[in-house]
């Protein structure tokens, strides 16, 4: 088999975890806002706040992931 196609195989196993990572990761942090908002309604705004800044950096991560999958599979 050819090397690139084994970089093409590493390249797409490499991108398909990252995105469940990052898709069991945001569902993880989503669940645990919702249960902590509905234990504390008035804190709902903090958490929020908080929420949205914790799934961007995950998504950043993750985005970060696929870009290096994506460069090492064109080498």
């Known amino acids: 088999?050819?090397?690139?196609?084994?970089a093409y195989l590493a390249a797409g196993i490499g991108a398909s975890l990252a995105v469940i990572g990052a898709g069991?990761?945001?569902g993880k942090l989503a669940a645990s806002a919702l249960e902590a908002s509905g234990r504390q309604p008035e804190m709902s705004g903090g958490?929020?706040?908080t929420m949205i800044i914790a799934a961007?950096?995950?998504?950043?991560?993750a985005f970060f992931a696929l870009?290096?999958?994506i460069i090492l599979s064109s080498k």
Do not use: F, K
């Not at 961007?56 to 991560?61: C, D, K, P, S």
């Open 67 to 69: 870009v290096i999958c």
């Open 1 to 6: 088999m050819n090397p690139s196609a084994y």
């Open 47 to 49: 958490l929020r706040t």
């Open 24 to 26: 069991l990761g945001i």
């Open 56 to 61: 961007a950096l995950i998504e950043g991560v």
